[in-house]
């Protein structure tokens, strides 16, 4: 397996001094986002004909295929979002400059904060219809996909070899064809990679947007997240495993039939010039390979598919570059100005929402909350360490351990753990235990699978004429997990502790608060603020609360996390 | 879009537009726009004419402008000054007539062989039966027959360029641009590529009117061409042009074809009038020099085969590239670094030690890390530069970053990357300075620490 870096840390030489524009513009948006929500708050929203949803186990299989069929929806809009966005941000410097950044900070705020207006506001779009409802869920399953696919992208165009631009260029393929030619083709490994990383993260948003209260209203479409929030209101533990149950077939089946053929086949694109020996064929491509029936519709699909790849769809010649010329000055001076004064509109607009009702304590008490969390977050960060790395680390060194966890691995960590906190809330709920710390755990339940599975892949990887070195040296004991496992497997522990300290933050707006029947459990934490100011309609607080957030994880990002992988990257690497 | 007649242009003889050139380049220059300093100038003041039926050589030292020259022609790039005519009218871009061979080979790694050779023709809008049947006649003719589902990465380095070579020629195109085709492939390999590729231009079955091609490699091009440009570096012009005279096939044992080679290396390692050496157009900061990645062990191996017999202290560069197994061309940028920290002087094709190369040659080893210190302070004024800032400083560590920028400002990235690379190489191996990789930092060793 491949270490891909993780797209917050895609290493961009860019000033700060954009982060802090690219900062007020997302969050200016998303305040027009509420503003407009909130117009439509006022006006009473016809009730949708509100879904009942049946417990009963027979029901439990035409949800999951509702669910499923949200989760690609949302996975179309990511793509079509991707192939869009960081094209224009790839071929555009100055558009570049400022969606870039964006999409930066975008990556590190928790949408999830924002559900209830999201939903709100795609209500208004669509009143009185249950397309409303839908698209706001698959909406919020899109912002949870989107971001680092299209990160992915936008880094692999700016990597694209000189050689090959080149080619395409002097044999004069039209900017479609070279699209689909060379820039798509190169970018699908690290691209289906992040697919399958951002699908198995939104499984957890599918689960948290299918049932969405807004005021005391609670709109619900059929699906297994609202299978299992009716089943927490009435307290049926019985129907809570069903779920559990049928999430688990549904990941089982995608996994088998989307994911292990998508990845072995993206293979074929790796830039590499030798040709590496593959692992086994995965049974679904194998029959999709070796059928009649399916070569045949594969074969004209693809037939078609390519058809359209190589219209030119553009009748202009391809021109010289100019590489002499300089870009103006007077048109970036320009253009720096457009987004300073678009970023002051915006600063102003935030400050305009937030000065109403909020004073400085207010910000204190954020802070006082986000740092509760990242204490949380820390701390779940260590603990998942000391457990995963000697664990990852024995079976990654062991070829035969490491083929039947693996998988595993990856597995749990696309499973929505938002499904397995009822029952940690009903031990706590029962023995009466302390919400802030046993309410800690949830929050890593469901991403510390990316530490263990990157930890195998790393130790995995582990050159074997190194360990032959090592063992030839006898080298043991505290010294070798010192100077020869621990560097070894850093960049993989780190991209790992990314992924999963990332999905900590925004899992803590629904961990930190949890509910059985009427009992009501909520830990100290920016996660709770959150979501009370969300339960209470406080929309200042709520942005408040998502922005300190937001600036949590970026400066997490910055400070910790971008340093920490460059080092282990650059010490650990050879030429 | 006009697409080409499927019928092989080959063959074909002279029409009315034979007197008119295919190809002219006037007056073009090129050059880069760089903030601290004087614009770098590339190509200045190049003319460039091909005709129909022949093969053009272009000839020089790295980095002296070749590539770039060839990027106008292809229409890729826009010179800063001068006018590129195809075919009697100006180039704005790729032109239909032209064609590129790379020396990556440039292929998708992600297209089967024959996926490859159709890309031009797709771009063209040619129909799937016609793409077909002129990329099979492309794959025979370049013999790769049977190799049409295979990827690019089950191929060898050969088979590979021989791909490259298909792509090309299937878009039937009059000129064939080569950059440095073979120099990527094992000796063997690129002979019987370059054997393979005269023969076909010999038997008129290449459908291309002229090649035009980029070489470091003298041999080649004295084998391959009909006329050779050699270019000056800094700023690169046509310093030379020669025609060959020779019959195809040629042979290189033949006295008149080595002589023909000698003399190239003669005008090749000629040194700069001296007026122009008197009045450098920058100010001799030492910045504006790109150096060869050359190693330091390889540089001593150099100066004891030279010191000692057979040689004893003067060796012709071809018989001496030829005893050491090497290319031609890469023993070129060798001997131009020995010359320049002066362990060495490059004459008319001869390579001949100095006396600080012969001390070098016979010292040990703690010894010839202070000849070759002296020798760096006194011919790499970066060396210097960079000494000077860790000394100025309290701390003594001086960042690499200024001085790539600073180098940044006379060459490319790449090439001030690889010059970066090199002094610290060198700089380290003659214990003028430590590097923290890390950091990113110069510094100086513990004991010069406390001295200073
Ligand atoms: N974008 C750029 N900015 C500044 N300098 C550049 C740029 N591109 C090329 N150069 C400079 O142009 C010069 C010529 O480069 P070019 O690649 O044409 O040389 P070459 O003769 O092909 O060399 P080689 O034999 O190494 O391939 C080099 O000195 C290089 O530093
Ligand atoms: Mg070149």
Known sequence: MTNYTPSILAGRRLPNRWDGAALLLVMGLLIALVDVGRGTISTPIAAIQNTTIHLDPSYLPYYALRSTARMFAALFFSLLFTFTYATLAAKSRRAGMVLVPILDILQSVPILGFLTFTTVFFMGLFPGKVMGAELASVFVIFTSQAWNMAFSFYQSLTTLPNDLQEVSRSFRLSPWQKFWRLDVPFAMPGLVWNTMLSMSGGWFFVVASEAVTVGNTTFTLPGIGSYVATALREENLRAIFYAILAMLVVILLYDQLIFRPLVAWSAKFRFETTAAISGPEPWMLKLLRRTQLFREIGETVTGAMRAVFRLRLSFAATRQVDESREPSRAVDALWFTAIALVAAYAGWKIIGFISGTLHWHDLGQAMLMGTFTMLRVTVLMAVAAIIWVPVGVWIGLRPKATRIAQPIAQFLAAFPANLLFPPVVLLIVYYHLSADIWLTPLMLIGTQWYVLFNVIAGAAAFPGDMKEAVANFHIQGWLWWRKVMIPGILPYFITGAITASGGAWNASIVAEVASWGNHTLAAHGLGAYIAEATANGDTARVVLGVAVMATFVITFNRILWRPLYAYATRRTTLG | ?452
């Not at chain 2, 005269?198 to 006329?227: F, G, Q």
């Not at chain 2, 061309?329 to 002066?342: C, S, V």
């Not at chain 2, 990235?413 to 590097?435: C, D, K, M, N, Q």
């Open chain 2, 1 to 452: 879009m006009p697409t080409q007649p499927a019928a092989p242009l080959w063959g074909k003889t002279m029409d009315q537009n034979a007197i008119q050139p295919l190809l002219t380049v006037r007056n073009c220059r090129q050059s880069y726009h760089k903030e601290a300093s004087a614009d770098l100038v590339v190509l200045d003041d190049v003319d460039l004419t091909l005709q129909e039926g022949e093969i053009v050589g272009l000839l020089g030292r790295s980095g002296s402008g070749k590539s770039t020259l060839l990027r106008i022609v292809s229409g890729l790039l826009k010179p800063t000054a001068g006018e590129v005519k195809w075919r009697g009218e100006t180039l704005h871009g790729p032109a239909a007539g032209v064609a590129m061979v790379f020396q990556s080979f440039a292929l998708f790694p992600w297209l089967t062989v024959q996926e490859n050779v159709e890309l031009g023709l797709e771009a063209l809008g040619v129909k799937k039966h016609e793409r077909e049947e002129r990329s099979e006649e492309a794959i025979d003719l370049i013999g790769l027959g049977g190799y049409d589902g295979a990827y690019p990465k089950e191929l060898s380095g050969g088979m590979r360029q021989r791909v490259g070579l298909a792509r090309a020629l299937v878009v039937h195109p009059d000129l064939l641009l080569m950059d440095e085709p073979f120099s990527a492939l094992d000796v063997l390999t690129a002979e019987t590529l370059r054997t393979d590729l005269i023969d076909l231009w010999m038997d008129k079955k290449l459908p291309v009117k002229s090649v035009l091609i980029v070489t470091h490699n003298i041999e080649e091009a004295v084998l391959m061409c009909d006329r050779i440009l050699v270019f000056s570096s800094n700023p690169g012009r046509v310093a030379h042009e020669l025609t060959v005279p020779f019959a195809h096939p040629r042979n290189r044992f033949d006295p008149a074809f080595r002589q023909l080679v000698d003399d190239i290396y003669g005008i090749m390692t000629r040194r700069a009038p001296k007026e122009v050496q008197a009045a450098p157009a920058v100010p001799p900061t030492g910045f504006a020099t790109p150096l060869h990645p050359v190693g330091t062990n390889l540089m001593a191996g150099l100066l004891e085969t030279l010191s000692s017999p057979p040689y004893d202290g003067r060796a012709d560069l071809p018989a001496l590239a030829a005893a050491l197994q090497y290319e031609a061309d890469e023993l070129l940028p060798l001997g131009e670094t020995l010359g320049m920290l002066g362990f060495a002087e490059l004459e008319e094709g001869d390579l001949i030690l100095t006396e600080t190369g012969k001390r070098f040659a016979e010292a040990e080893t703690e010894d010839r890390k202070e000849i070759f210190a002296t020798q760096l302070k006194a011919h790499v004024p970066l060396i210097n530069a960079i000494r000077a800032v860790i000394d100025q400083r309290s701390n003594h560590r001086a960042s690499a970053v200024r001085f790539r920028d600073e180098l940044e400002d006379h060459m490319s990235p790449e090439y001030a990357e690889e010059t970066l690379r090199t002094v610290i190489s060198w700089g380290r191996y003659a214990e003028i300075f430590e590097y923290d990789e890390e950091a990113q930092q110069f510094g100086l060793e513990e004991e010069d620490e406390e001295e200073a």
